[in-house]
């Protein structure tokens, strides 16, 4: 913990508190109102956490107002333009950018753990067809603690290192899973010949029909997808993981709370709302009737892709994604993708209107994501689970951060309490 080297003075019905403050690396200095109940008597009020730190963290770093991520301080846009994902989930999981020999070691790793025990298909035909990949990522996930018990002791460092090499590799194998079960193919198993994004690629889309070329394009783009969702500080499905963590729950239970928070629309479910309001638009001509619901007080629409609790400014990813999304439909000789026009000629229109601009909504890291991965063949209920597999080693890393911290205790929050008083009970005829 940094040392604090201030206070704040806090004065309230006739009582003067001291709390400690401390400066972090980057951002706001934080207020420690942990003694504050103790103290005072009296609770903070914060839902929604907008002004609330929840824990002390090494890993990312969000700039709002400038529009800055950088992951243990390298920028993402010089991660995903120099990097790749094992190398970043290297980077995010051990702190710094691997070695060679390092890199190698890790990725001959995740390669050899991307199998699923062959028991586990069973969990699948358990699910009806047409259950969206999300519903059957959050169950097979969560079995995994059915499956290797040798690596949930989450006091053995041993076994927590285990259970994230294992998550990192498995989840790209149980993503393609999902969706070939929801499309009625067999599964395809990995191979260890090929990079993490190939792999994945290929999972999903070959056949036992034919040989199944992976476009090096396409698997560049699908790795700059992986790289630019794999970590975000605290967001919801962050704080998930670790508030299920905090309990001591296996590693396997934590992430599947973390794929359940992940798939709601207002977080990782957004890119596959994006693409389906694009597709309701779907023409030009048609924007302004939705930028209208959007700034309507009485209709709860809002624009899929746009907004963000953090950035106040354009969300770094996006800009990449955006870029990504025109070198993909250029590939695919898809540029006129009217998709894509609508997307592009959507953002124009909201960032030169004053309602938006006044409240800073631009557009976040989903906003493209799903144009590029609807382009590349994925249906939308697929979008986020790539987002899952994505967030996995952000999830992993922030759990072992924390499991690791010594002072780690429950997370047990407390309420402002507006119901009843204490009442007796009255039997129900005199009710
Ligand atoms: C992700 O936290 C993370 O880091 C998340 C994430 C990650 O990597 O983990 O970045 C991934 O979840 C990106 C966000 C994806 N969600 C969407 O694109 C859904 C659409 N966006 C909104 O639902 C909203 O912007 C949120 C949920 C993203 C942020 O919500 P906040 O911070 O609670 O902001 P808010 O809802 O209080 O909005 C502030 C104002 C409101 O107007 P007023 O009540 O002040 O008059 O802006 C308006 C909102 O009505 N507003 C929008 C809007 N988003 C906010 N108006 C129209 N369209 C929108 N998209």
């Known amino acids: 913990m940094v040392e604090s080297t201030k206070n704040a003075t806090l004065s309230f019905d006739g009582k003067t508190l001291e709390l400690p403050m ?13 003694k504050l109940y103790a103290q005072g008597d009296v609770f903070t009020h914060d839902p929604g956490f907008t002004s609330t730190s929840s824990c002390e963290s090494s890993i990312t770093f969000i700039d709002g107002e400038k529009g800055e991520l950088l992951h243990r301080g390298y920028p993402i846009d010089q991660l995903a333009e120099k990097s ?6 290297y980077l995010l999981l051990y702190g710094e950018l691997p070695t060679a020999a390092q890199l190698e070691d890790f990725e001959t790793r995740v390669t050899r753990h991307t199998m699923v025990h062959e028991q586990m298909h069973n969990f699948f ?23 290797y018990h040798d690596s949930t002791d989450i006091t053995d460092p ?41 792999n994945f690629l290929r999972m999903c889309f070959a056949v036992p029909a034919e040989e199944y070329e992976v476009n090096p394009i396409l698997s ?41 928070c992940l798939w709601g629309p207002a977080h990782g479910g957004a890119n596959q709302a994006c693409l389906e309001m694009l597709q309701e638009i779907g023409s030009v001509d048609r924007i302004p009737e939705f930028i209208a619901r959007a700034k309507d007080k009485n209709d709860p629409f809002r624009l899929m892709g746009f907004g963000h609790r953090v ?27 009217p998709i894509l026009q609508v997307a592009k000629e959507l953002e ?28 590349m063949g994925f249906p939308t209920s697929m979008f986020t689970p790539i987002f899952a597999v994505s967030r996995t080693i952000g999830w992993v890393s922030q759990w072992k951060e924390q499991i690791s911290d010594p002072k780690m205790r429950i997370g047990r929050p407390r309420q402002l309490y507006t119901g009843s008083g204490a009442r007796d009970y009255v039997d129900v005829e005199n009710r």
């Open 22 to 34: 401390y400066s972090p690396t980057s951002g706001p200095d934080v207020i420690d109102i942990s």
């Open 84 to 89: 790749h994902y094992l190398e970043v989930c």
């Open 125 to 147: 035909r358990g699910f009806r067809r047409d259950a969206h990949p999300m519903a059957t990522m959050v169950g097979v996930v969560g079995a995994m603690s059915a499956f």
């Open 158 to 198: 041993w076994q927590r290192e285990v259970a994230a090499i294992r998550l990192i590799a498995k989840l790209p194998t149980i993503a393609a899973m999902a969706y070939k079960y929801s499309v009625g193919q067999p599964f395809v198993y990995p191979r260890n010949d090929i990079d993490y994004a190939s």
């Open 220 to 260: 560049r783009a699908m790795d700059r997808i992986f790289t630019l969702h794999a970590d975000h500080e605290q967001n919801a499905s962050t704080s998930t993981v670790r508030l299920a963590s905090s309990s001591g729950a296996n590693p396997f239970a934590c992430i599947a709370a973390g794929i359940a």
């Open 311 to 337: 950035y106040k400014n354009f969300d770094p990813r996006a800009k990449v994604m955006k870029q990504s999304a025109d070198e993909v439909l250029d590939l695919l000789g898809v540029e006129n993708n």
């Open 348 to 375: 124009a229109q909201a960032l030169a209107d004053p309602y938006f601009a006044e409240k800073k909504l631009f557009p976040n890291v989903d906003f493209y994501s799903g144009i590029i991965l609807e382009a």
